[in-house]
């Protein structure tokens, strides 16, 4: 080990990189990810499941679609569902740009436009602000008299001797396309000196945004490809559509169906990574699960029978996705055999080791994950090489202990990670610049589990449970014992 302290160790850029002495797992992730297979990985806690998963996203490809749910006039209740790609998105965001028209000066519309829009004076032909009703240039009432739009004007000046001022908000005006066609153009004022002008190209965008008005982004294009499920409900997991009092009827204040559907872990994943940990404990999930991982489809539905919601359903609703799940080894049994059939069939199982053997190269691998555990929790200071070299003797000592594994190093290292968050608080509460081989051993010490503290106390567990008992019990007892005596 060629350093002085952690933070010379060097780190893998490459997040599969980071797991440590999983060397097979790691390998079958590198393929799974980018071939898209399913992965069952078995063994006990703390050996990286969760972590071997999380750097798997790294190597699936973007999203490239994006799932929307859109209203249905015909029947509310059964919302449609469609996805659009990265190249959709730009032809809306161009679409968009289009309904927008196209804005110009006063000087670059017709005159009699500019005229009643209240840009141009139709005395001297000179332009100002259409909020200006005097001419700056001649001092003139800048609009004429057929131009005034008000009823009342003729009163106004009469009675009042007050001339009114009312220019046009927007003008409408038949013109030949380059074709020879007629077609109407709009000309709006557009604030200040602009003018917006809506051609026919504007009004096929502005119609194709009225179709995409009413509709609701599911699952964006731009998402996490690693979604995690474990321990979800059936509504976390499958979907839901809450609940409206109104009975999603907009006239009485109602929010539409298509505004309620909600997505399941299982949409979200779509194109990414969905990861169950402790899978048996879905329990009847299950079964969903795998019909959503056979058809890449799975509808959402209002799961409250008594809600508005169970009146709604989505149907098609894409999840593609990559599922990896995990258990321990005795949980193997409790996984639906369909499940388990359906992964084999396209994907993998493995069984992560639990030691690795005490060779140079994997010492090393130890002092990497030292300097990763200080980097993560970022609160901690980086460890002396003597510190290492104390955690490595930990190690070798609980892959003995744990697994009857001699000249061996453990891969419990959620474990020892909390021995070198312990030894980092130990040093950060003594001011050192490093944790110290001191500060190892005093983790060591007070980490010990309480199945462990209750051995090194009564020397056994079963005899430390037998005096887990309230004081007033004890005495009741010896009281008893005296009776009897």
């Known amino acids: 080990m060629d350093f002085d302290n952690t933070s010379e160790v060097p780190l893998p850029k490459d997040p599969l990189g980071m797991i440590i002495g999983q060397d097979k797992a790691v390998e079958i992730a590198r393929i799974a990810a980018r071939q898209r297979r399913h992965l069952l990985l078995v063994g006990p806690p703390g050996i990286g499941k969760s972590m071997l998963a999380k750097a798997m996203a790294y190597y699936v490809q973007k999203p490239t679609q994006e799932v929307v749910v859109a209203h249905n006039p015909q029947h509310p209740e059964r919302p449609f569902v469609f996805v659009r790609t990265a ?42 602000s259409s909020d200006e009703a005097i001419c700056p240039e001649c001092g003139e009432f800048k609009l004429n008299e057929r131009e005034q739009s008000s009823p009342f004007s003729d009163l106004l000046s009469q009675v009042f001797n007050v001339e009114s001022y009312y220019p046009e908000e927007e003008v409408h005006v038949t013109e030949i396309d380059e074709t020879g066609r007629e077609e109407i153009v709009i000309y709006q004022r557009a604030g200040g000196m602009k003018v917006r002008v809506l051609d ?69 994943a779509h194109e990414g990574i969905l990861f169950i940990d ?100 970022a609160r901690i200071p980086h460890g002396t090489r003597g510190a290492v070299e104390e955690l490595i003797k930990e190690a070798e000592k609980r892959a003995y202990e744990v697994d009857d594994v001699r000249n061996a190093l453990t891969l419990r290292l959620r474990d020892l990670g909390g021995v070198i968050r312990l030894a980092g608080d130990l040093a950060k509460l003594e001011g050192s610049q490093f944790i110290e081989p001191k500060h190892i051993r005093g983790a060591i010490k007070n980490s010990r589990s309480v199945e462990q503290q209750l051995v090194d106390k009564y020397g056994n567990i079963w005899r430390g449970q037998a005096k887990d008992h309230s004081s007033s019990h004890i005495i009741s007892n010896e009281k008893s014992a005296k009776g009897y005596a």
């Open 200 to 268: 026919s190209e504007a009004f096929k965008s502005l119609t194709r945004l009225e179709k995409l008005k009413k509709s609701k982004v599911l699952v964006p294009l731009k998402r996490n490809t690693f979604v995690q499920a474990t321990g979800a409900s059936e509504t976390e997991l499958l979907g839901d559509v809450r609940h409206d009092p109104w009975g999603g009827m907009p006239e009485a204040g109602g929010t539409p169906p298509y505004q309620r559907v909600v997505p399941g872990a299982i949409h979200e």
């Open 278 to 377: 402790e899978l048996p404990q879905l329990g009847k999930l299950q079964h969903h699960l795998l019909t959503a991982m056979q058809d890449k489809y799975f509808p959402i539905s209002g799961m409250n029978p008594t809600s508005s919601g169970a009146m709604v359903k989505v149907a098609r609703v894409p999840c593609d996705f990559i599922f990896v799940g995990a258990c321990n080894t005795n949980d193997l049994g409790d996984i639906l055999p369909p499940l388990r059939s359906r992964i084999l069939g396209s994907g993998y199982e493995v069984l992560l080791e639990t030691t690795m053997s005490k060779t140079k190269q994997n010492i090393e691998k130890l002092a990497q994950f030292f300097a990763q555990e200080v980097i993560l929790d």
């Open 87 to 128: 190249k959709d998105i730009r032809e809306h965001e161009v679409i968009e740009k289009k309904a927008q028209g196209k804005i110009v000066s006063p000087e670059q519309v017709p005159p009699f436009v500019s005229e009643r829009l209240g840009f141009r004076c139709s005395k001297c032909g000179a332009m100002s």
